[in-house]
């Protein structure tokens, strides 16, 4: 395989080699901004046991998955650029993940019953990713 078919990416410190035979996907983690600040008004006792059994749900499903997951991150808290400047803003974007598969229903197919899907009001959209 020549070198102009493979795709290159750094990861947290790892060089990752994607496959040229397998398409890429971008799946954003979203969860809309009232959605959270209800999730995050919970009593803290039960939002954590909450989010304990999904982190635990969340370790599994990347073990099940982890020959298409490429990378997975956190976002922080964004900032809004316009002509008119920078702003603070808000947006419904938690997390992105980047895996591989064969076609965008086999991707979208992964994340069917992903533990994000446990927090009311989320959703996960999937996306084919491209090189510029």
Same mark, same amino acid.
Request: proline residues 5%; negative net charge; aromatic residues 8%.
């Given at each position: $395989? /020549? /070198? ?23 799946? $954003?983690?979203? $969860?809309?901004?009232? %959605? ?8 803290? =006792? =039960?939002?954590?046991?909450? =989010? ?15 020959? !298409? ?12 650029? !316009? ?11 938690? $997390? ?12 979208? %197919? ?14 996960? =959209? ?7």
């Amino acid at each position: $395989m /020549s /070198s102009s078919a493979l795709y290159f990416m750094h990861s947290l410190g790892s060089a990752l080699i994607y496959s040229a035979y397998m398409k890429h996907f971008t799946a $954003m983690y979203m $969860m809309p901004v009232q %959605g959270l600040d209800d999730w995050m008004a919970k009593p803290e =006792e =039960e939002r954590k046991a909450a =989010e304990t059994q999904m982190k635990k749900d969340w370790d599994k499903w990347v073990a099940d998955n982890s020959s !298409s997951i490429l990378n997975t991150i956190s976002v922080g808290k964004p900032k809004k650029i !316009s002509a008119s400047g920078i702003e603070d803003s808000r947006n419904s974007i938690m $997390m992105s993940s980047y895996v591989q598969a064969e076609d965008l229903d086999a991707a979208a %197919g992964l994340f069917k019953n992903h533990p994000h899907l446990q927090i009311p009001g989320a959703t996960i =959209e999937v996306m084919e990713s491209t090189p510029v």
